[in-house]
């Protein structure tokens, strides 16, 4: 069995996260300019991603968890953006 350091597992972890942010940061991106509207497509967006998150957490308590902490990064994001004068994407940092 490979022995696999805390750190790389950290770092891979985070790599996925931000890759998946910016994959949906496009995808919004594109729905925004075709005329979407936008309140169904997020709509849709988050019941298909929470209905992801509830099938493949081990149980209930733990995908309210991990939606609970998305909702906290996100509220936190917007903070920074209103901060900085900027509407687009985050600084990368997970909080």
């Not at 022995?3 to 919004?28: A, G, N």
């Not at 925004?32 to 497509?41: K, V």
């Not at 298909?48 to 493949?56: P, S």
């Not at 994001?77 to 600084?91: L, Y």
Request: aromatic share 2%.
């Amino acid at each position: 069995m490979k022995r696999v350091l805390l750190q790389e597992v950290e770092e891979e972890i985070r790599d996925d996260f931000l890759w998946s942010m910016e994959c949906t940061h496009e995808l919004i991106q594109e729905m925004t300019l075709s005329d979407m509207n936008m309140g169904a497509a997020l709509g849709g967006m988050l019941t298909q991603t929470i209905t992801a998150l509830m099938a493949l957490a081990p149980d209930n308590e733990t995908a309210m968890k991990v939606l609970t902490s998305c909702i906290q990064n996100a509220s936190e994001t917007m903070a920074e953006a209103t901060n900085k004068g900027q509407t687009h994407d985050s600084s990368g940092k997970i909080h």
